[in-house]
C-alpha cells in the first residue's frame, strides 16, 4: 500500500530528509472533524469479497438501477439459456412470470455442473458459478463455441441482486436444488432424487427491492417482446412464455401463454417490425453465412421504407446491442459499396459520386445478428461490439450476396439508386441551407440585386412578378404598384432542376436568387410565415418560348416547394399576344383563336382593323402591359393547383416529360406523333 499512500498524501514509504522537522514544525494541525495522516491506516482500506462489490456498486455491472436495469437482470439468465441453444445442446426455452415478482427461466441443456470444483473443493461448480465473479464455463472456447458473454459472471450479479435466487438442474440422469439470498447461498447443494428422461437448467429468481426500489418489479410485457426476439434470433430454438394471468393489464396484447418458433428467422423478424409497410424495393434483402467448421455465422434482414425512417437493430450472439459496433459498420460500408458498383454498372458513377453511408441507411430497416467465438465489447452492460473481425465478417459476407441481390432484379435497384441518390440531395441541400442561416446571423440578408421589391413590408396583399429578361423586367418595374408589386428579372431559361442534380442546383444563381426572393425555405425547410408574398406570378411571353419558361418555373416549385402550390400561392400571367385595333376601339387577344374569335365578334365591318403583334412582354408599352396584365382590377390570372387525386398522375407527367431519363420523354413523343401530324395539316 506505499504507493497508495503517496497517492493520496500518505507519508508511509518516503525516507525523512534533515529538513523535514523544520517542515512538520510549519504543517498546520488538521480541522477538527476533518481526517488527517493519522486518520489513514491500513484499517481504511476495506476489501470486499464475494458478490459484495455488486450489491454495494451496481451501477459497475448493470449500468444503474432504473427499469432498464432492472430488466438486464432477466437478459443475463435467458442469454445462458440461448447459448445452450445456440450450441444445438438445448431446443425450447421456458419463461415463466410468476406472481410475487418470481421469473424463471428454463431450458433443457446440458445442465449446469454440479460436481466438486477442483479449485473449491468443499463447493460445487454451481455454487461456484453463482456466488464468484469471473467464473464460468465461456472462458475456456472448448466449453462454448459462440456465446452471449462469460457463464458466471451475468448470472452471479443476477444472483448477487436478487433477493432470492433458486437453482435447479437435471443431470446425470439427477435433480439438484440449492437456493441463495442476495448473493449467498442458505441451503447446500441438494440432491432431490432421480429425473431419468430429464435435462437442462431452471433459475427462478426475485429482484430485491433494496437495490431496485420498493415494489420494483419485471414488466411481463418487456420480458415478453425480449424473450420473443431471442426466438427470432436463432430459427433453431422454440421459446415457451407462461405468465400468471393476475399480473396482466386489462386489454393488453401479451397472452397468458404463447409459443415462440421462427424457422425465416431476422426475416420473420421484419416483416413483423415493419407491419406490411411500402418498400422502395423489393423483395427485402435477406440472407445468412456459416463459417467453417461452425465457428461463427451471421444473419441480415434489409428493407428500405418508402415513407418511414429507418432503424437499425443489431445483436451478437443474440445479446443486443443497441450502441452498434463494429457488425453494423459492416453492414453501412457492404451496402454502399455495393449501390456504387451498380450505379458503375449502369452507368450512373457521377449520381452516385455524392452518396454517403447516411443516404443508404436513412430509410433502411435493418436487422442483423453474428455470431462468433470471444466477442468484445464496449461495458459490463455489452451495448456495442468492439471486435474487428466483426466488420470484416460482415462487410465480406453481406457485399457478396448484395451484389447479386442488385444484379438478379435491375428495375429495383434502380429505384433504390435513385432513391438514394435524392437522399443525399437532400442532404447537401439542408447543408447548404444550414451555411446560408450561419451566415445570416452575422449580417443582415441582401435581397438579390435585380429585385425591385415593393414597399409593402407584410405578405398579406403582395405580390412578386417573375418575368424573363431584363428588358421584361424594365417594362414589368414601370407598369407595377410599387405599394404591393415587386419584380423579379430572370436572365435565361431556369434549370431544369427535374434532371439536374444537387451540385447544379447549388451552383445556379438563378434559383439561389428566387429562393432568396422568397425567404421560405425549400423542400421539408418550407415555413409557409416566412414567405414574403402572397401571390407569385408567373408572367412569361405569350409564345412557345414563354410557356417552355412557365413550364420550368412550375416544375421549380412542384419539386421545391410543393407547399406554396398547395397552399394557393402561385399564378400564371395571362398577357395578350395581340392587339386589335378599329378606330378607337382597342382589345386584346390572347392567342391565335382568340384573335378570331374577336375578329368575327368584336368589330363592325367598317373600317380596317389594325393588327399588332407583341414581340415580348419587353416590346409592350408601359400602359398595355398595365392595363392587360398587371392591374387587379383588369387582368386576368389563372392559379397553379393540385387536386389531391391528380397528384401521382402529376408526379408521373413531371417525371416523364422533365425527369432524368430522355427515353420517357422519347415514348411521350411517339404516343403523340399522330397529333403532331393533325397539328401541322391544320
Request: hydrophobic share 40%.
Given at each position: 500500500?506505499?504507493?497508495?499512500?503517496?497517492?493520496?498524501?500518505?507519508?508511509?514509504?518516503?525516507?525523512?530528509?534533515?529538513?523535514?522537522?523544520?517542515?512538520?514544525?510549519?504543517?498546520?494541525?488538521?480541522?477538527?472533524?476533518?481526517?488527517?495522516?493519522?486518520?489513514?491506516?491500513?484499517?481504511?482500506?476495506?476489501?470486499?469479497?464475494?458478490?459484495?462489490?455488486?450489491?454495494?456498486?451496481?451501477?459497475?455491472?448493470?449500468?444503474?438501477?432504473?427499469?432498464?436495469?432492472?430488466?438486464?437482470?432477466?437478459?443475463?439468465?435467458?442469454?445462458?439459456?440461448?447459448?445452450?441453444?445456440?450450441?444445438?445442446?438445448?431446443?425450447?426455452?421456458?419463461?415463466?412470470?410468476?406472481?410475487?415478482?418470481?421469473?424463471?427461466?428454463?431450458?433443457?441443456?446440458?445442465?449446469?455442473?454440479?460436481?466438486?470444483?477442483?479449485?473449491?473443493?468443499?463447493?460445487?461448480?454451481?455454487?461456484?458459478?453463482?456466488?464468484?465473479?469471473?467464473?464460468?464455463?465461456?472462458?475456456?472456447?472448448?466449453?462454448?463455441?459462440?456465446?452471449?458473454?462469460?457463464?458466471?459472471?451475468?448470472?452471479?450479479?443476477?444472483?448477487?441482486?436478487?433477493?432470492?435466487?433458486?437453482?435447479?438442474?437435471?443431470?446425470?440422469?439427477?435433480?439438484?436444488?440449492?437456493?441463495?439470498?442476495?448473493?449467498?447461498?442458505?441451503?447446500?447443494?441438494?440432491?432431490?432424487g432421480p429425473a431419468p428422461n430429464k435435462r437442462g437448467t431452471r433459475v427462478r429468481f426475485r429482484p430485491d427491492e433494496q437495490i431496485f426500489g420498493k415494489g420494483a418489479a419485471l414488466k411481463p410485457?418487456?420480458?415478453?417482446?425480449?424473450?420473443?426476439?431471442?426466438?427470432?434470433?436463432?430459427?433453431?430454438?422454440?421459446?415457451?412464455?407462461?405468465?400468471?394471468?393476475?399480473?396482466?393489464?386489462?386489454?393488453?396484447?401479451?397472452?397468458?401463454?404463447?409459443?415462440?418458433?421462427?424457422?425465416?428467422?431476422?426475416?420473420?423478424?421484419?416483416?413483423?417490425?415493419?407491419?406490411?409497410?411500402?418498400?422502395?424495393?423489393?423483395?427485402?434483402?435477406?440472407?445468412?453465412?456459416?463459417?467453417?467448421?461452425?465457428?461463427?455465422?451471421?444473419?441480415?434482414?434489409?428493407?428500405?421504407?418508402?415513407?418511414?425512417?429507418?432503424?437499425?437493430?443489431?445483436?451478437?450472439?443474440?445479446?443486443?446491442?443497441?450502441?452498434?459496433?463494429?457488425?453494423?459498420?459492416?453492414?453501412?460500408?457492404?451496402?454502399?459499396?455495393?449501390?456504387?458498383?451498380?450505379?458503375?454498372?449502369?452507368?450512373?458513377?457521377?449520381?452516385?459520386?455524392?452518396?454517403?453511408?447516411?443516404?443508404?441507411?436513412?430509410?433502411?430497416?435493418?436487422?442483423?445478428?453474428?455470431?462468433?467465438?470471444?466477442?468484445?465489447?464496449?461495458?459490463?452492460?455489452?451495448?456495442?461490439?468492439?471486435?474487428?473481425?466483426?466488420?470484416?465478417?460482415?462487410?465480406?459476407?453481406?457485399?457478396?450476396?448484395?451484389?447479386?441481390?442488385?444484379?438478379?432484379?435491375?428495375?429495383?435497384?434502380?429505384?433504390l439508386l435513385d432513391w438514394s441518390v435524392e437522399r443525399a440531395e437532400e442532404r447537401l441541400r439542408r447543408r447548404a441551407e444550414k451555411d446560408v442561416a450561419r451566415k445570416t446571423a452575422v449580417r443582415?440578408?441582401?435581397?438579390?440585386?435585380?429585385?425591385?421589391?415593393?414597399?409593402?413590408?407584410?405578405?398579406?396583399?403582395?405580390?412578386?412578378?417573375?418575368?424573363?429578361?431584363?428588358?421584361?423586367?424594365?417594362?414589368?418595374?414601370?407598369?407595377?404598384?410599387?405599394?404591393?408589386?415587386?419584380?423579379?428579372?430572370?436572365?435565361?431559361?431556369?434549370?431544369?432542376?427535374?434532371?439536374?442534380?444537387?451540385?447544379?442546383?447549388?451552383?445556379?444563381?438563378?434559383?439561389?436568387?428566387?429562393?432568396?426572393?422568397?425567404?421560405?425555405?425549400?423542400?421539408?425547410?418550407?415555413?409557409?410565415?416566412?414567405?414574403?408574398?402572397?401571390?407569385?406570378?408567373?408572367?412569361?411571353?405569350?409564345?412557345?418560348?414563354?410557356?417552355?419558361?412557365?413550364?420550368?418555373?412550375?416544375?421549380?416549385?412542384?419539386?421545391?416547394?410543393?407547399?406554396?402550390?398547395?397552399?394557393?400561392?402561385?399564378?400564371?400571367?395571362?398577357?395578350?399576344?395581340?392587339?386589335?385595333?378599329?378606330?378607337?376601339?382597342?382589345?386584346?387577344?390572347?392567342?391565335?383563336?382568340?384573335?378570331?374569335?374577336?375578329?368575327?365578334?368584336?368589330?363592325?365591318?367598317?373600317?380596317?382593323?389594325?393588327?399588332?403583334?407583341?414581340?415580348?412582354?419587353?416590346?409592350?408599352?408601359?400602359?398595355?402591359?398595365?392595363?392587360?396584365?398587371?392591374?387587379?382590377?383588369?387582368?386576368?390570372?389563372?392559379?397553379?393547383?393540385?387536386?389531391?387525386?391528380?397528384?401521382?398522375?402529376?408526379?408521373?407527367?413531371?417525371?416523364?416529360?422533365?425527369?432524368?431519363?430522355?427515353?420517357?420523354?422519347?415514348?411521350?413523343?411517339?404516343?403523340?406523333?399522330?397529333?403532331?401530324?393533325?397539328?401541322?395539316?391544320?
Amino acid at each position: 500500500m506505499a504507493s497508495n499512500g503517496d497517492l493520496f498524501g500518505g507519508s508511509a514509504a518516503r525516507k525523512p530528509s534533515a529538513a523535514a522537522p523544520a517542515r512538520a514544525a510549519e504543517r498546520k494541525p488538521a480541522r477538527a472533524g476533518t481526517p488527517g495522516e493519522a486518520d489513514y491506516t491500513a484499517a481504511s482500506i476495506e476489501v470486499l469479497e464475494g458478490l459484495e462489490p455488486v450489491r454495494r456498486r451496481p451501477g459497475m455491472y448493470i449500468g444503474g438501477t432504473d427499469e432498464t436495469a432492472l430488466h438486464h437482470l432477466f437478459a443475463e439468465v435467458i442469454d445462458n439459456a440461448m447459448d445452450e441453444a445456440v450450441a444445438r445442446h438445448a431446443t425450447f426455452i421456458e419463461v415463466e412470470m410468476q406472481a410475487g415478482g418470481w421469473c424463471a427461466v428454463t431450458d433443457n441443456g446440458r445442465g449446469i455442473p454440479v460436481d466438486p470444483h477442483p479449485k473449491f473443493p468443499k463447493k460445487s461448480a454451481l455454487e461456484v458459478i453463482m456466488t464468484t465473479l469471473h467464473a464460468g464455463g465461456k472462458f475456456d472456447s472448448g466449453a462454448y463455441q459462440t456465446s452471449g458473454g462469460l457463464h458466471g459472471v451475468g448470472v452471479s450479479v443476477v444472483n448477487a441482486l436478487s433477493e432470492r435466487l433458486e437453482v435447479e438442474v437435471w443431470r446425470n440422469r439427477t435433480q439438484y436444488r440449492q437456493a441463495f439470498e442476495r448473493g449467498h447461498a442458505v441451503t447446500k447443494l441438494e440432491t432431490v432424487g432421480p429425473a431419468p428422461n430429464k435435462r437442462g437448467t431452471r433459475v427462478r429468481f426475485r429482484p430485491d427491492e433494496q437495490i431496485f426500489g420498493k415494489g420494483a418489479a419485471l414488466k411481463p410485457a418487456r420480458v415478453f417482446r425480449m424473450a420473443r426476439s431471442k426466438a427470432y434470433l436463432f430459427g433453431g430454438v422454440e421459446i415457451r412464455w407462461k405468465c400468471d394471468p393476475a399480473l396482466l393489464e386489462p386489454g393488453a396484447s401479451v397472452p397468458a401463454e404463447a409459443v415462440f418458433h421462427f424457422p425465416g428467422g431476422l426475416k420473420d423478424y421484419l416483416d413483423q417490425d415493419i407491419g406490411g409497410k411500402e418498400l422502395v424495393a423489393e423483395p427485402m434483402f435477406v440472407g445468412k453465412v456459416e463459417k467453417p467448421g461452425g465457428h461463427g455465422s451471421l444473419e441480415w434482414a434489409v428493407a428500405w421504407l418508402a415513407e418511414d425512417d429507418g432503424f437499425v437493430h443489431s445483436y451478437c450472439n443474440t445479446i443486443p446491442t443497441p450502441d452498434g459496433g463494429t457488425h453494423e459498420s459492416g453492414l453501412r460500408v457492404a451496402l454502399l459499396r455495393g449501390l456504387k458498383d451498380h450505379a458503375e454498372r449502369v452507368g450512373q458513377t457521377r449520381r452516385a459520386a455524392q452518396i454517403t453511408t447516411d443516404d443508404v441507411m436513412a430509410s433502411c430497416a435493418a436487422l442483423i445478428s453474428v455470431f462468433f467465438r470471444e466477442p468484445e465489447f464496449q461495458g459490463q452492460n455489452k451495448s456495442r461490439l468492439m471486435s474487428t473481425e466483426a466488420s470484416r465478417l460482415v462487410e465480406n459476407a453481406v457485399r457478396d450476396s448484395f451484389d447479386h441481390w442488385l444484379a438478379e432484379r435491375p428495375s429495383q435497384a434502380n429505384r433504390l439508386l435513385d432513391w438514394s441518390v435524392e437522399r443525399a440531395e437532400e442532404r447537401l441541400r439542408r447543408r447548404a441551407e444550414k451555411d446560408v442561416a450561419r451566415k445570416t446571423a452575422v449580417r443582415k440578408l441582401r435581397l438579390p440585386g435585380k429585385l425591385a421589391d415593393c414597399s409593402n413590408n407584410a405578405a398579406q396583399g403582395s405580390e412578386l412578378f417573375i418575368v424573363e429578361g431584363d428588358s421584361a423586367g424594365g417594362s414589368a418595374k414601370q407598369a407595377r404598384d410599387r405599394q404591393t408589386q415587386a419584380v423579379l428579372p430572370l436572365r435565361g431559361k431556369i434549370l431544369n432542376v427535374a434532371n439536374a442534380g444537387r451540385d447544379k442546383l447549388a451552383a445556379n444563381q438563378t434559383i439561389a436568387d428566387l429562393t432568396q426572393a422568397l425567404g421560405c425555405g425549400t423542400g421539408s425547410h418550407y415555413k409557409e410565415d416566412d414567405l414574403r408574398y402572397e401571390r407569385v406570378i408567373i408572367m412569361t411571353d405569350a409564345d412557345v418560348d414563354g410557356a417552355h419558361i412557365a413550364s420550368l418555373l412550375i416544375t421549380f416549385f412542384w419539386r421545391q416547394m410543393p407547399k406554396l402550390i398547395d397552399n394557393g400561392h402561385l399564378f400564371l400571367a395571362v398577357p395578350p399576344l395581340y392587339r386589335l385595333t378599329q378606330g378607337a376601339k382597342s382589345v386584346y387577344a390572347r392567342d391565335d383563336a382568340d384573335k378570331e374569335r374577336l375578329l368575327a365578334s368584336a368589330f363592325s365591318g367598317r373600317g380596317k382593323v389594325e393588327i399588332s403583334r407583341f414581340k415580348g412582354l419587353g416590346e409592350m408599352p408601359m400602359k398595355d402591359l398595365k392595363e392587360t396584365t398587371m392591374d387587379p382590377k383588369r387582368r386576368a390570372l389563372l392559379r397553379v393547383a393540385v387536386l389531391p387525386e391528380d397528384r401521382e398522375t402529376t408526379a408521373d407527367a413531371v417525371e416523364r416529360l422533365m425527369g432524368s431519363k430522355p427515353e420517357a420523354r422519347f415514348q411521350f413523343i411517339q404516343e403523340r406523333a399522330a397529333l403532331a401530324g393533325d397539328l401541322l395539316d391544320v
